[in-house]
C-alpha cells in the first residue's frame, strides 16, 4: 500500500531539545494533518494544515505545508518525557470520499 | 464526551476462522472510516462509511468487508482469515464525509491469526 516517506526514522534526544521531522510525498495533497501514537492506543491528530505555506501551532508544536504542496514538517521546541511516541503525517486531497495517505512513521525517544 | 469505542481490544482467531469486529463513533459524528496498521505496511485505509452507505474502499481483497447501522455504528468481518491478517485495526470517526478535517481513532482492535 502507499506510504510518505517520513524521515529520521527514529530519533533519541535529551530533554529540552528541539526535533524536527519532515514528509515527503510523489504527488500533491489538499490537506496535511499529523498524528502522534502512543503505545496500545490509536493515533491522536496534533496540527492540521489546509493551505500551501500555512505554518501553525500547537503549544511547543509547529508544523508547516510545504509551498510544493509535498511535503510537510513539523518541529517540537523543548521535548519533555511525554512527547515519546510514534508521529506520523498525513495526506488528503479532501473531498467526500477520501483517505488519508500515511507516512511511515517517526519514533521519538526522549530520555529524562 | 465518550470516544471511539472499539471491541473488543484483543482478539486470536485460527486461519480460515471469521471475525468482526465493531466500533461505536463518537456521538453525532456519521463517518467511520477502518485502517490496518502493520510493521511492514504502516496505516492503510479499508473503507470509509457515511450514513449507512460505504463511500470509498481501498486496495484490500473481498475477504475485508464492512457495514455501518442507522445509529452510525460499525462493524467489520474479515473472512477465511490468513496468518498475514495480523494487525491493529483502527476505527476512526468524523463529524463530516472525508477525511480532510482529521478523524478522532479509536484504540485499535488488535487481531492475531495463528
Known amino acids: 500500500g502507499q506510504q510518505l516517506n517520513q524521515s529520521p526514522q527514529s530519533m533519541f534526544i535529551q530533554e529540552g531539545e528541539d526535533v524536527s521531522m519532515n514528509c515527503t510525498s510523489s504527488s500533491i495533497f489538499n490537506t496535511w494533518l499529523w498524528y502522534k501514537q502512543e503505545p496500545g492506543e490509536g493515533p491522536v491528530l496534533l496540527i492540521a494544515l489546509y493551505k500551501a505555506g500555512e505554518l501553525t501551532s500547537n503549544g511547543r508544536l509547529t508544523a508547516q505545508f510545504g509551498i510544493t504542496r509535498k511535503d510537510s514538517f513539523l518541529n517540537i521546541s523543548a521535548s519533555i518525557p511525554s512527547d515519546v511516541g510514534i508521529y506520523f503525517c498525513?495526506?488528503?486531497?479532501?473531498?467526500?470520499?477520501?483517505?488519508?495517505?500515511f507516512g511511515t512513521g517517526t519514533l521519538l525517544a526522549v530520555q529524562p | 464526551k465518550a470516544g471511539v469505542t472499539q471491541t473488543p481490544r484483543y482478539l486470536i482467531k485460527t486461519r480460515g476462522q471469521q471475525v468482526t469486529l465493531s466500533c461505536s463513533p463518537i456521538s453525532g459524528h456519521r463517518s467511520v472510516s477502518w485502517y490496518q496498521q502493520t510493521p511492514g505496511q504502516g496505516l492503510q485505509f479499508l473503507f470509509e462509511y457515511f450514513s449507512e452507505t460505504q463511500r470509498n474502499k481501498g486496495n484490500f481483497p473481498g475477504r475485508f468487508s464492512g457495514r455501518q447501522f442507522s445509529n452510525s455504528r460499525s462493524e467489520m468481518n474479515v473472512s477465511t482469515l490468513e496468518l498475514g491478517d495480523s494487525a491493529l485495526y483502527l476505527c476512526?470517526?468524523?463529524?463530516?464525509?472525508?477525511?480532510?478535517?482529521?478523524?478522532?481513532f479509536g484504540s485499535g482492535t488488535r487481531l492475531t491469526v495463528v
Open positions: 498525513a495526506g488528503s486531497n479532501g473531498g467526500a470520499t477520501n483517505k488519508l495517505i
Open positions: 476512526a470517526s468524523s463529524l463530516l464525509q472525508g477525511a480532510g478535517n482529521g478523524y478522532t
